[in-house]
Structures are given as C-alpha cells and as structure tokens.
C-alpha cells in the first residue's frame, strides 16, 4: 500500500517529520499520532504486517457479534481499525495502566 493511501487511514499522523502535539498538553494525541507513525512505518517496510492486524479486525468481529465498538462499527475504515489494534498492543506493552486510553482514539 502507497503511503499516501496509508496516510489516509490515519487520525492523527499526516506524514510530519515531527510530532505537532505539545508533549505535555496534547499527551494523548501525542501518543495516537507516534503509534501510528510507527505502523505506517512499519507496513511500508513489510506490507504484511498491515495484513495480520486486518486479520485480527475480522477475527474481532467475527468473535464478537454482539458487542457495538469502534471496531464493530462503521465509523472508521478497517484499516484504521487496524491501527486502533496496534495501537491497543502499543498502550499494552509501553503503558500497561492506561490502555483506557484506547477508547479515546478519534475523540481527542
């Protein structure tokens, strides 16, 4: 996938160089906008690691049927829906006590 089309997926990273998010004042967006710098990253150097985290989106949905969630809805393309993933895994690994933080993507 282009970057320019991998851009496009993104809530919070437009290809800068460098983070616009005050690091103290927009913690949040800061955090969302590294994430997904890191996975577009990530997939233009191995375009299968986009396609495991699709994987997963359609395996959440399929293993879920009753739950209503970002990740059910239609409110954000599947790609982008995959980027909520990593980043949930990225929130796990690197800040274990505020993956909350997850159901704030798109919303700050």
Same mark, same amino acid.
Request: net charge negative; hydrophobic share 35%; aromatic share 14%.
């Given at each position: =996938?282009?970057? &320019?089309? %991998? %851009?496009?997926?993104?809530?919070?990273?437009?290809? +800068?160089?460098?983070?616009?998010?005050? @690091?103290?004042?927009?913690?949040? &967006?800061?955090?969302? #906008?590294?994430? +997904? +710098? =890191?996975?577009?990253?990530? $997939? %233009?150097?191995?375009? $299968?690691? =986009? +396609?495991?985290?699709l994987k997963?989106?359609?395996?959440?949905? *399929? !293993?879920?049927? /009753?739950?209503? !969630? /970002? %990740? $059910? @809805?239609?409110? #954000?393309? *599947?790609? $982008?829906?995959?980027?909520? =993933?990593y @980043?949930?895994?990225?929130?796990? *690994? #690197?800040?274990?006590?505020?993956?909350?933080?997850?159901? &704030?993507?798109?919303?700050v």
């Amino acid at each position: =996938m282009p970057n &320019q089309d %991998l %851009l496009t997926l993104c809530h919070y990273y437009h290809g +800068e160089d460098k983070c616009p998010f005050d @690091s103290e004042k927009e913690r949040v &967006q800061g955090l969302f #906008w590294m994430f +997904e +710098e =890191m996975f577009v990253r990530h $997939t %233009l150097h191995d375009p $299968t690691f =986009m +396609e495991g985290y699709l994987k997963r989106v359609d395996n959440y949905k *399929k !293993n879920h049927p /009753d739950v209503v !969630n /970002d %990740l $059910t @809805s239609d409110r #954000w393309a *599947k790609g $982008t829906k995959a980027i909520i =993933m990593y @980043s949930e895994d990225m929130l796990q *690994k #690197w800040c274990p006590n505020e993956v909350d933080l997850i159901f &704030q993507y798109g919303n700050v």
